[in-house]
């Protein structure tokens, strides 16, 4: 198996985690970034504002999904 096919697997096992349990995390605002619901800004953007909608953070879990399959990582360049 290709070294990027292992990573994408990892990315969407964290996503179906994500998607079982809605209520434990939520959606950042300003960057679309899911983060655990206790955090209180967001470690990417700085932002304090987030969507805490279940539905919202199943949808955005599903897209960084399927975003992982064209997204070159800093791991696929070494
Ligand atoms: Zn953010």
């Known amino acids: 198996m290709p070294p990027e096919d292992s990573h994408l697997s990892e990315r969407s096992e964290k996503a179906a985690k994500i998607i079982a349990h809605p209520g434990n995390f939520k959606v950042c605002e300003g ?3 899911i983060v655990a619901k206790r955090v209180a800004i967001c470690p990417n953007c700085s932002g304090y504002r987030f969507d805490d909608e279940s539905a919202r953070v199943v949808e955005q879990a599903t ?3 399927s975003r992982a ?6 791991e696929d360049l070494q």
């Open 31 to 33: 960057c679309d970034s």
């Open 69 to 74: 399959q064209t997204t070159v990582t800093h």
């Open 63 to 65: 897209l960084l999904a």
